[in-house]
């Protein structure tokens, strides 16, 4: 039989352990955070993460970095499509690209498409401002009938205005083995007299009016292209 001391430490020690384990439970309901403690914090670090991206995005433009600048500006957006500022940040580093980059180029409307010697890239915006006037001869005997529409050649390009000036983009395929692979041209858009393009492929820049075969022109326009397009090959 054990001694009555130790009977009674025993139960002691066993009612101490009980008591530390009601206050240790008790202590660890109290620091159980609720759903609406745990909204604000959510709310916070969204709120820390949008400072921080903010900050990146000024350090990126500061640095040069144009594109970073405005690709955590759009992520900023994502997550918080109602902050102004973020917007009015991206409207500035879209419209400096405008200003800081432009190329001029005439264009003979006599020739067919003409190679312009710059280079535009899929998907990034490019201005288009075409001045001057040409002249437009039907070489063609007609009657009262008058011309068919059914009659034009693939040369027209359907969906454009006769002779409104049009973009063409000829891309370069990569090589998959010995034989190069032939350029290839995209679709014919409307350029105009004054027009944005976002390009559907990234190429050599070709230009010319739409006519038919079996007309004369005359003339030459004069095309201003600013934003994203650079020279194929550095000027001399």
Request: charged share 25%; net charge positive; with cysteine.
């Amino acid at each position: 039989m054990q001694p009555r001391s130790s009977i009674v430490m025993q139960a002691l020690l066993t009612t101490a352990a009980l008591c530390l384990f009601a206050v240790s439970v008790s202590q660890t309901s109290a620091q159980t955070p609720t759903v609406k403690q745990l909204d604000r914090d959510a709310e916070r670090a969204r709120i820390e993460y949008l400072k921080q991206l903010g900050n990146l995005a000024t350090k990126y433009d500061e640095a040069g970095e144009t594109e970073r600048a405005k690709k955590v500006l759009r992520q900023i957006l994502d997550l918080a499509p109602d902050i102004e500022e973020a917007q009015k940040r991206l409207d500035e580093l879209e419209e400096r690209i405008f200003a800081e980059q432009s190329l001029e180029v005439e264009v003979d409307v006599a020739k067919s498409w003409v190679p312009t010697g710059f280079l535009v890239e899929k998907d990034k915006p490019v201005r288009f401002e075409t001045t001057g006037t040409y002249k437009f001869i039907v070489n063609s005997t007609l009657g009262a009938d008058g011309l068919s529409t059914a009659d034009l050649d693939h040369h027209l390009v359907p969906g454009i205005n006769c002779g409104a000036l049009m973009g063409l983009i000829v891309t370069q395929p990569k090589a998959d083995g010995r034989d190069k692979p032939k350029p290839k041209p995209g679709t014919p858009f409307l350029i105009g007299a004054k027009s944005e393009k976002r390009p559907e492929a990234t190429g050599m820049l070709f230009l010319r009016v739409n006519v038919p075969t079996g007309t004369t022109s005359n003339g030459k326009l004069k095309v201003k292209m600013s934003g994203h397009v650079r020279r194929a090959t550095p000027s001399p």
